[in-house]
């Protein structure tokens, strides 16, 4: 089975993979990359069976457009976003003003959700134009993740589960404000009828799948979420 995934949940999902694969004997091949540029493929059909975006929006244009097995949307986590700053501890988002760095690395506006997060708390701040200069975009949130940790940016406002991943202490990284930010509703879609992807679907859905995408640094969805926008949610 394969499975395109949003770059920020690769490793999440290789690692939930090891638990499903020897639960249900089904094994994923997982294909990373940026969620606006993975839904381009499935238009021109990739063969995907499962797709984790990073965003809501396209698992529900690929609905509208009758591209996904009906009723197979439903948000599986909630993501968060952080200021990375490696050489600088205990940032506040005052280092945003401040003259310490040089470069900030995020994820493309126009392709990654996280970027499009990014960019929208810089504006809440009204530090998205006086920061241009100093923006290094990244394809995706795993490409901005390389400009801060080979030393090509000083700071990024990267995915909180990344930082978890890496191991990163907290006094190296500030929590973005949730409300600085549209909510980052990861959502996703079954593409291809097979026992393998429901019971993966099922496996996301699950007390046990939940509780490991929790540990990787995202919120839940409600379980009363119906409509799938993820607008209420627990850790």
């Known amino acids: 089975m394969q499975v395109a995934v949003a770059s920020n949940f690769k490793a999440p999902l290789e690692s939930l993979a090891d638990s499903f694969e020897k639960q249900h004997g089904h094994k994923i091949t997982v294909?990373?990359?940026?969620?606006?540029k993975q839904y381009?493929?499935?238009?021109?059909?990739?063969?995907?069976?499962?797709?984790?975006a990073a965003d809501s929006r396209r698992p529900e244009l690929l609905e509208q457009q009758g591209k996904i097995v009906k009723n197979s949307r439903f948000t599986y986590a909630i993501g968060q976003l952080a200021l990375y700053t490696p050489k600088h501890p205990h940032p506040t988002q005052e280092f945003l003003?401040?003259?310490?760095?040089?470069?900030?690395?995020?994820?493309?506006?126009?392709?990654?959700?996280?970027g499009l997060a990014a960019q929208q708390y810089l504006q809440s701040r009204d530090l998205w134009q006086p920061l241009q200069t100093k923006?290094?975009?990244?394809?995706?949130?795993?490409?901005?993740?390389?400009?801060?940790?080979?030393?090509?940016?000083?700071a990024g406002l990267l995915a909180l589960s990344q930082l978890l991943q890496a191991d990163i202490s907290k006094d190296y990284y500030y929590l973005v404000p949730a409300e600085r930010y549209a909510p980052i509703v990861q959502q996703a879609v079954v593409l291809k009828t097979s026992p393998a992807a429901t019971a993966l679907s099922d496996f996301l859905q699950s007390d046990s799948g939940r509780k490991v995408i929790a540990l990787w640094g995202y919120a839940l969805p409600d379980r009363k979420d119906t409509d799938n926008k993820g607008t209420t949610h627990v850790r």
């Open 97 to 114: 003003t401040t003259s310490r760095f040089n470069y900030l690395a995020i994820a493309n506006p126009r392709l990654a959700p996280y």
């Open 135 to 154: 923006l290094v975009r990244g394809e995706n949130i795993n490409q901005a993740w390389q400009f801060v940790h080979s030393g090509n940016a000083e």
């Open 31 to 36: 294909i990373s990359g940026a969620t606006g």
């Open 40 to 52: 381009g493929q499935i238009l021109q059909g990739a063969p995907f069976d499962v797709f984790l």
